[in-house]
């Protein structure tokens, strides 16, 4: 089987997939308070456009996938592409979701063969929540936690950035909050981006994250590792991750690759870099699309530019 590695050493199995640019809420890490100027849909990968480039994906060794937005749930009948995806042989398939539209996606999510669940969740405060989100109910979501446990789904995470002047203080009901649904928790540094002016004012980092969580419990090391960038220590019987891309950058185990709603491949977060595969995805050649994606990762970086580049306008269009 041939693999994606890239020019400094790194294997390439983990694949995100932005399935639209749009979403429901403005939170105020992601995107402006008057939100961007989404693409039309003519502009935007069909599924089948999707399956086509994962399967050139999976041809050159990649095995997880990720789907994203935006919000992944406002795209229409996701749940088919989920089974297109398990049909190419894909085994590990998870989402990120702002949770707003679980209550009524969990359980065809769930029969379509979805493996779990990441939920944005930055407070538990009703009013912090509709701050930090501008549009968005917190009761909705957790009525859709419920219905992830309903369903059947195992292994949930839950994905909390940490700002200063919005949410530093919910850090421990957030960690009480998945202690009490067995959910891994998953604490994030506020990332720049050029609408952000408040960036540094709001920049909190793990090490002062995990300094608060001391104060009331302790945290054990462990081993455990996911697909992703997050370093675990335990608490109870909880993991608790920390994403560090600014303080402690991880950019030395990258093993990700992204492809936007549109069609562009995203080598790294932190780079303005993008490579077009609609054009090639268009004439549905297999082995045009596996040639250029094996050409393209020569161009993956050796690290992001996050601290000294405000790199994109929001993520809503290459999944964060």
């Known amino acids: 089987m041939e693999q994606l590695i890239d020019p400094f050493g790194r294997k390439i199995d ?127 979501v957790m009525s859709g936690f419920d219905e992830l446990d309903k369903a059947g789904f195992t292994n949930t995470k839950i994905n909390s950035v940490i700002m200063r002047t919005y949410n530093i203080e919910c850090i421990e009901n957030l960690l009480n909050f998945a202690i009490s649904r067995n959910y891994e928790i998953r604490f994030i540094e506020y990332m720049p981006t050029d609408f952000n002016e408040n960036f540094k004012e709001n920049f909190v980092s793990i090490d002062e994250i995990k300094s608060i969580i001391k104060n009331k419990h302790s945290l054990r090391q462990t081993s455990y590792k996911t697909n992703g960038p997050s370093q675990y220590c335990e608490i109870e019987n909880t993991r608790v991750g920390f994403i560090t891309p600014l303080s402690h950058n991880f950019c030395a185990f990258c093993n990700r690759i992204r492809l936007s709603s549109d069609g562009n491949l995203i080598l790294c977060l932190g780079h303005d870099i993008k490579i077009n595969f609609k054009d090639v995805l268009k004439q549905k050649d297999l082995l045009q699309i596996k040639e250029l994606l094996k050409k393209s990762i020569t161009k993956k970086p050796k690290q992001h530019q996050l601290l000294t580049t405000n790199i994109h306008q929001s993520f809503s269009n290459i999944g964060g």
């Open 14 to 140: 983990y694949l995100r997939i932005s399935v639209t640019d749009r979403c429901n809420y403005r939170c105020v890490y992601c995107m402006p308070l008057e939100g961007v100027p989404f693409k039309d849909m003519s502009e935007i990968l069909t599924y089948e456009e999707i399956v086509l480039f994962a399967k050139a994906a999976y041809d050159l060794g990649v095995r997880k996938i990720k789907l994203t937005g935006g919000e992944p749930l406002v795209r229409k009948h996701i749940y088919r592409l989920i089974k297109m995806l398990k049909d190419i042989g894909y085994s590990d398939i998870s989402l990120t979701t702002n949770g707003s539209l679980l209550k009524y996606y969990a359980q065809l999510l769930k029969e379509s063969g979805l493996n779990r669940v990441t939920v944005s969740l930055d407070t538990l405060d009703k009013d912090k929540f509709r701050s930090v989100t501008r549009l968005g109910n917190l009761d909705d």
